[in-house]
């Protein structure tokens, strides 16, 4: 080989090398992947996000029946209408407060202070409570000495209305110059709409604890859903990313098959949306949940939807357990013909499961964030149910999670007569 042969190999090797360097810089998005873990594919292009999600679902529930092609989002940065910010003291820099996110697999808090995944707004006013803390000699917790007073900072924001919500966990009901402290936060980030102080003196891991005082505005939030709305509080549960909810929650009440005739069970309802959402269509829903915050907003939300009171009577929200509820429908004789069901991560008990099974709704629509978990449920649920179509959506970019909804019908001859 001669000299210039060589040294054209040694620039086209020294050139491909510097793109592909140029290039694993442009991939790396977020400064804090290598620690922080919240957004571990925010680095693989956002069709190969959808290509590796949509084989997941296909992996857990495809032998079920039909999936359908996964509903992407046209721009997946900042999706996030709730963050939670840690604060923590950095002991090897002169003591000072900072405030991140929890290291993926540990306790250890990774300072972050721009978030990909969440509303600029969020990212902002954790920041500009982190810089009034030494003006007003607020210090931040400390777990293990058990000093301090503040310990998280949650931010929920609404899409559709604007409204802010800061709720600021604290380890004691104490919190010096509160008044002028909430007026310096407001001056510097004046979209805040409401301020809340949550108490919380636990030791374990639990982001809120169980009392609140309000500090400024009314102590809740509003947004608006598929033409609905719905007050959110501290504590509710609301979908993080609202333009694919009402992707989501479309499919699903469409996917039901509503007449105006039916009686809706909404299990794990929350604070009502899929119900009230679905409420045109149906003849009387009943919710039922565990948290009796989410049950109390729920029955705001429907009056605050249908405030007419003949509207207000197809709806009943209870607290308790899902399968005992259904259990005492069916011995009743007052079964529901449609069940929405959006279960946590873990999915649904065994004993939810075959209440469910006892009950024997003509359909069941199974909004899973978890597909491993939805298969196992459906190994119990396809004795009884076909599954008709599974439709996955993409609530989560840049993390390894998949939203699906499932249609299950009663099998042939198993439907019981109403």
Request: glycine residues 8%; aromatic residues 6%; charged residues 25%.
């Given at each position: 080989?001669?000299?210039?042969?060589?040294?054209?190999?040694?620039?086209?090797?020294?050139?491909?090398?510097?793109?592909?360097?140029g290039?694993?810089?442009?991939?790396?998005?977020?400064?804090?992947?290598?620690?922080?873990?919240?957004?571990?594919?925010?680095?693989?292009?956002?069709?190969?996000q959808?290509?590796?999600?949509?084989?997941?679902?296909?992996?857990?529930?495809?032998?079920?029946g039909?999936?359908?092609?996964?509903?992407?989002?046209?721009?997946?940065?900042?999706?996030?209408?709730?963050?939670?910010?840690?604060?923590?003291?950095d002991?090897?820099?002169?003591h000072?407060?900072?405030?991140?996110?929890?290291?993926?697999?540990s306790?250890?808090?990774v300072?972050?202070?721009?978030?990909?995944?969440?509303?600029?707004?969020?990212?902002?006013?954790?920041?500009?409570?982190?810089?009034?803390?030494?003006?007003?000699?607020?210090?931040?917790?400390?777990?293990?000495?058990?000093?301090?007073?503040?310990?998280?900072?949650?931010?929920?924001?609404?899409?559709?209305?604007?409204?802010?919500?800061v709720?600021?966990?604290?380890?004691g009901p104490?919190?010096?110059?509160?008044?002028?402290?909430?007026?310096a936060?407001?001056?510097?980030?004046?979209?805040?709409?409401?301020?809340?102080?949550?108490?919380?003196?636990?030791?374990?891991?639990?982001?809120?604890?169980?009392?609140?005082k309000?500090?400024?505005?009314?102590?809740?939030?509003?947004?608006?859903?598929?033409?609905?709305?719905f007050?959110?509080?501290?504590?509710?549960?609301?979908?993080?990313?609202?333009?694919?909810?009402?992707?989501?929650?479309?499919?699903?009440?469409?996917?039901?098959?509503?007449?105006?005739?039916?009686?809706?069970?909404?299990?794990?309802?929350?604070?009502?949306?899929?119900?009230?959402?679905?409420?045109?269509?149906?003849?009387?829903?009943?919710?039922?949940?565990?948290?009796?915050?989410?049950?109390?907003?729920?029955?705001i939300?429907?009056?605050?939807?249908?405030?007419?009171?003949?509207?207000?009577?197809?709806?009943?929200?209870?607290?308790?357990?899902?399968?005992?509820?259904?259990?005492?429908?069916?011995e009743?004789?007052?079964?529901?013909?449609?069940v929405?069901?959006?279960?946590?991560?873990?999915?649904?008990?065994?004993?939810?499961?075959?209440?469910?099974l006892?009950a024997?709704?003509?359909?069941v629509?199974?909004?899973?964030?978890?597909?491993?978990?939805?298969?196992?449920?459906?190994?119990?649920?396809?004795?009884?149910?076909?599954?008709?179509?599974?439709?996955?959506?993409?609530?989560f970019?840049?993390?390894?999670?998949?939203?699906?909804?499932?249609?299950?019908?009663?099998?042939?001859?198993?439907?019981?007569?109403?």
């Amino acid at each position: 080989m001669n000299s210039e042969s060589s040294a054209a190999m040694r620039s086209g090797r020294k050139n491909r090398e510097e793109k592909g360097s140029g290039t694993e810089k442009k991939k790396k998005r977020c400064p804090y992947i290598s620690r922080c873990g919240g957004c571990s594919e925010v680095s693989l292009p956002y069709t190969e996000q959808i290509r590796r999600k949509q084989a997941w679902v296909e992996e857990c529930i495809g032998s079920f029946g039909p999936v359908e092609s996964m509903i992407c989002m046209k721009n997946p940065d900042h999706y996030r209408n709730k963050m939670t910010a840690v604060f923590a003291i950095d002991y090897r820099h002169g003591h000072k407060p900072y405030c991140g996110i929890y290291e993926k697999n540990s306790h250890r808090v990774v300072p972050v202070e721009h978030c990909l995944l969440v509303d600029p707004r969020a990212d902002a006013i954790c920041q500009s409570i982190l810089s009034l803390l030494p003006s007003f000699k607020i210090q931040v917790f400390d777990e293990d000495r058990g000093t301090g007073i503040l310990r998280y900072v949650q931010v929920r924001t609404a899409k559709a209305t604007g409204q802010v919500m800061v709720t600021l966990v604290t380890a004691g009901p104490i919190f010096p110059s509160k008044n002028n402290f909430v007026k310096a936060l407001c001056k510097m980030q004046p979209e805040i709409t409401t301020i809340v102080q949550n108490i919380n003196t636990r030791t374990d891991s639990m982001i809120l604890g169980d009392r609140e005082k309000v500090m400024f505005g009314p102590g809740y939030i509003e947004d608006r859903l598929c033409g609905r709305t719905f007050r959110i509080s501290s504590r509710s549960f609301y979908q993080v990313n609202p333009i694919q909810t009402e992707k989501l929650y479309n499919i699903a009440i469409d996917a039901a098959r509503l007449s105006g005739k039916e009686h809706i069970l909404d299990a794990y309802c929350g604070i009502g949306t899929i119900g009230i959402c679905a409420a045109d269509r149906a003849a009387e829903i009943t919710g039922v949940e565990i948290n009796p915050q989410a049950v109390s907003d729920a029955k705001i939300n429907a009056a605050l939807n249908f405030p007419v009171e003949e509207e207000q009577a197809k709806f009943h929200y209870i607290r308790g357990d899902a399968g005992k509820l259904m259990v005492q429908m069916a011995e009743e004789g007052n079964c529901p013909d449609v069940v929405f069901m959006d279960p946590p991560r873990a999915g649904a008990s065994e004993d939810f499961l075959n209440s469910l099974l006892a009950a024997g709704p003509r359909r069941v629509v199974y909004i899973s964030c978890n597909p491993v978990t939805l298969g196992r449920d459906l190994e119990i649920l396809c004795r009884a149910y076909r599954m008709e179509k599974a439709v996955p959506l993409d609530m989560f970019p840049a993390t390894g999670k998949a939203e699906t909804v499932c249609l299950l019908s009663k099998l042939n001859g198993m439907v019981s007569d109403r």
